[in-house]
């Protein structure tokens, strides 16, 4: 059960117009979440106070939750509590919610905030909307009638609303179906009635993209850059695209590859690794509010025995207990001390790394005063910059080893070939110039 140890309860987040999130106080707040949006119906309270303790111990902040089951692509077995009461036919009765299914998630919210987490949870999965694939592969239950769309969104979002939670009012959409927008929408408004002042977003699928009503609608951008193993310069394309949507606002990769996941038409899974690559390429492309992390096996909450739906396509899952301790979370912990330390949030994207090499990602201040480039290889890099009078050091970010780089300062200066096979970032700031 929860300890009796309290922590400092989430700050109040609002958008700073420089893409990022603000505390009531105006600190920058780097959002650094893990993907758990099975966690209601499949975790205990027992198991979710371990699950608590080793994320507050990595450095996340917040969680991605699922308020209903991802009813396609889940891990399944007689213990799931169901959020809604059988009809006469045995199917879910989406007018007739389960108060033990609510009262448990509510129990849980309470305990990840008491922890310092900022609850961030999803309203309507896109296997609730008609016409989706997801609806159609789903197992569990057919779509949410339309009528009952805004009542749930609404109860939902009074059962939370004392947590201060973020929403992100659609799961995986791509709006495939015409019945997506009038769903969504209906849910989104029901939700700002309820929480006025609450962030809302939409988490799109790879394929998904904002209708201009959203774009209007929403307070960030939720983008996926996904799992499969051809797409993977994504996390840094799709932060410049929604980078520069006519509106502006700040944009996060809330699903990069999760660790452990299988590379769809491959042999092989996602390492930590791919997880350092899409974080550092997604933040320095655009997406600098966060990062959002996942395990194969935590999101689902996986455990021995369970039948998760997909193994043919992503692999089996790892018990949740196994995958929250693979490597990456570490590393998207470190990422975030690192954009803290160095004030990343006054960076936005710069063209200043010469070459055509666009795995290698770059952002700066507006005076140039700081500097951050992440390079996934060791290749000598040239930039547009003299970096004369920089303190310049480059990390060896598969070991956290902090290192001297070479460099040779010129107009068009060198920053020489690290000496480690590892992925790295190199970091430069102006030194003010001496008086004496």
Not at 325 to 342: H, K, P, Q
Request: charged share 20%; aromatic share 14%; hydrophobic share 40%.
């Amino acid at each position: 059960m929860m300890s009796q140890q309290m922590h400092d309860q989430p700050p109040k987040l609002a958008v700073h117009p420089n893409g990022y999130l603000v505390t009531a106080t105006g600190q920058p707040f780097f959002y650094l979440a893990d993907t758990v949006w099975m966690a209601f119906p499949n975790l205990t309270l027992d198991e979710w106070a371990r699950y608590l303790a080793q994320r507050r111990l990595q450095g996340f902040n917040a969680l991605q939750i699922s308020i209903l089951p991802v009813t396609h692509d889940t891990s399944m077995s007689p213990q799931n509590i169901d959020p809604f009461l059988p009809d006469a036919d045995g199917n879910w009765d989406f007018s007739a919610y389960n108060e033990a299914y609510f009262a448990k998630a509510e129990t849980m919210v309470e305990m990840a905030v008491d922890q310092g987490f900022t609850p961030v949870l999803g309203v309507l999965w896109c296997s609730y909307a008609p016409g989706t694939r997801c609806s159609e592969h789903s197992p569990v239950a057919s779509a949410m009638p339309f009528d009952a769309v805004a009542p749930f969104a609404a109860f939902a979002a009074e059962r939370f609303k004392r947590f201060n939670p973020i929403f992100f009012i659609s799961g995986d959409t791509r709006f495939e179906s015409p019945q997506e927008a009038p769903y969504y929408m209906a849910a989104l408004a029901a939700v700002r009635a309820v929480c006025p002042d609450a962030l809302l977003t939409m988490h799109l699928h790879p394929q998904g993209d904002l209708p201009r009503e959203f774009i209007d609608a929403v307070d960030f951008y939720m983008y996926q850059s996904g799992h499969d193993a051809n797409t993977q310069h994504q996390p840094y394309t799709f932060a410049e695209k929604f980078a520069a949507y006519a509106v502006k606002r700040p944009v996060l990769n809330s699903e990069p590859p999760y660790e452990g996941h299988g590379r769809i038409g491959t042999r092989t899974r996602f390492n930590a690794f791919d997880i350092r690559k899409a974080t550092w390429q997604s933040l320095l492309s655009g997406a600098k509010m966060g990062i959002t992390y996942g395990a194969h096996g935590v999101w689902s909450c996986h455990k021995r025995g369970m039948n998760f739906l997909n193994a043919h396509r992503s692999f089996e899952p790892f018990t949740w207990e196994e995958a929250l301790l693979l490597d990456g979370s570490w590393d998207v912990g470190f990422a975030r001390w690192l954009f803290e330390r160095y004030n990343l949030f006054a960076t936005d994207p710069t063209a200043i790394v010469l070459g055509e090499d666009k795995e290698i990602r770059a952002a700066a201040s507006a005076d140039l005063a700081t500097i951050a480039i992440y390079s996934p290889y060791a290749f000598d890099i040239d930039v547009a910059v003299d970096l004369t009078g920089y303190r310049c050091v480059l990390i060896d970010l598969a070991t956290r080893r902090v290192m001297t780089p070479e460099v040779q300062a010129s107009e068009r200066s060198r920053i020489g070939m690290s000496r480690v096979n590892a992925d790295t970032l190199f970091l430069a700031v102006k030194q003010p110039i001496s008086e004496s």
